[in-house]
């Protein structure tokens, strides 16, 4: 897997982290929101320097212009629901993107640290030989993209694999690095070092879900 980590270099992407870890600024969801989505934008405009492009020629009002556009045909896939305000960024960039939207979510059973991951609905277009660009903000244990992506594999195979992530942990991107093809991008904008006993990040920034829209049941 080759793993782009933003945060090994100095950038505006730090004061957006900073903000969605911020236990003060968390109280406004909007702003939350807000930094999430900036971050993808951030992190699409990275991804997009390594797609294909080819030259077309564009007529101005004054003439021509040979200029170089990209030809890549990308479907952007979000985990419900903590992921839309990401999606949101990516699409803000990428807006003739296909899309497709999974739900995933952590199952306890008897022991309340211990779950399983879940996915209970998929909308998605057809994969084949399109560039998969999964996104989920946390990247905690990394069961939840290793259940996503083998529920899309029905849906074809794609040419290529690009995970963007907000935060995530040391040990679930060497999970993912164990399940998806050697040649998967992984753009990521922090790393921390730990996950609690709970599959939490540390220090992390605590729910993205609830903080985004809202406690649930």
């Known amino acids: 897997m080759i793993i782009h980590n933003f945060e090994t270099e100095n950038s505006l992407l730090n004061q957006f982290i900073s903000e969605l870890r ?8 909007m702003r939350f929101r807000k930094n999430i989505e900036r971050i993808g ?17 564009v007529k101005t009002p004054l003439g021509e212009k040979k200029m170089f556009l990209p030809t890549s045909k990308l479907v952007l896939c979000s985990v419900l629901r903590a992921g839309l305000p990401l ?21 306890h059973k008897d022991d309340e640290d211990e779950f399983e991951v879940v996915v209970n609905y998929m909308a998605a277009p057809n994969l084949e030989g399109k560039t998969l660009v999964l996104t989920d903000p946390m990247l905690a244990t990394g069961r ?6 083998k529920a899309l594999q029905k849906h074809g195979q794609p040419s290529e694999v690009h995970i ?32 609690n006993n709970k599959g939490y990040i540390i220090p992390g920034l605590g729910d993205a879900g609830d903080l985004s829209f809202g406690l649930k049941l």
């Open 22 to 29: 911020d236990v003060d600024i968390q109280k406004d969801s």
């Open 144 to 149: 939840t993209l290793e259940n996503v992506y």
């Open 41 to 57: 934008e951030i992190l699409s405009y990275e991804l997009s320097r390594t797609l294909t492009y080819a030259p077309n020629l």
């Open 87 to 107: 999606h949101q960024g990516l699409l803000n960039y990428f807006d003739r993107a296909e899309n497709a939207f999974i739900s995933a979510y952590r199952h």
């Open 164 to 195: 963007i992530s907000v935060i995530g942990s040391k040990a679930g991107i060497a999970h993912i690095q164990k399940i998806f093809p050697v040649e998967t991008s992984l753009w990521i904008a922090t790393i921390d070092e730990v996950l």
